[in-house]
């Protein structure tokens, strides 16, 4: 197998879209924002020429990583999207797609884009995936991890050969300042699991969903302080639970103690309050009752 390269297509900070190459097969790991769409399908081109692009792998259905998919695919309709089995469900129910339109416009709006096509009924996955299947790319070969904490249908891509991880949100959104902010949207405990799973794989290229390649330095701070991380979050929450705040007042002291740095840049406030109050609602459910 020839070696990786790993190169960043992104538009806007927070867009997470990243391409695979080995010389002969293109893979992109997220497209990022329904807004930012063809700016990233340019940025293909601009590197690809008149190759394809082969495969589009998604790590979950959130729009600030599948949505621009749909956009790609105007320019690349014959690459594959690869995954999980619920993101393919996820892509059918139109209230998932309204919430995608609205959270989408919302940061366009913050970035100065208020024009510009909504593409969520061209939304599709060409391979469903299961935890355990393997992907051929080409010459690249990937393990197909389920990874739930963040969403249900989270899933990483691991090539054994190379140990490179294309990791979820599950694990954590990494600022690259030193600040690992959890985003737990459906169980607590299913995100340590995923964690546990994560650390336990041996890993030289460790690729984040927001931040892309981490150096050695990084990736070693990041897989050193995940699981930590969440515990406090999960604790930081818990404690103001017990003291009777509301969930609008711990949203607001998650953000006044997070929302900054690489963070403020990369994660759209809409989403943090809306992740944070999800997050309250499972502590409390799994931690209180």
Known sequence: MNEIKILDMRVEPGDAAYLLDDGETAVLYDTGFGFTGFGVAE????????????YIFLTHSHYDHALGSA???????????VAGEHTAQVFQRDGAKRVMKDLDAKHAATCGVTDYPFLGDELRVDIQVRDGDI?????????????????????????REQQL??????????????????????????????????CSLPIKKLVLPHRGLLDDQHRDFFLSHCKKATLMAIDFILTRLQDGKTNEEIVQDFVDSFWHGGVRIKYPIAALRLNTNIMIDLVRKEMLS
């Open 43 to 54: 940025n293909i081109k601009n590197y690809l020429g008149n190759r394809p692009l082969d």
């Open 165 to 198: 991880l294309l990791s979820t949100e599950s694990i954590g959104v990494y600022s690259g300042d030193r600040l690992i902010l959890p985003a737990i949207l459906v169980g607590c405990k299913a995100a340590l699991e995923s964690i546990d799973r994560v």
């Open 135 to 159: 992907i051929k790319a080409g010459n690249m070969e990937f393990e197909v991890l389920w990874l739930p904490g963040h969403t249900n249908c989270s899933v990483g891509f691991y090539c």
């Open 71 to 81: 956009y790609v695919l105007r320019y690349y309709p014959n690459a594959k999207v």
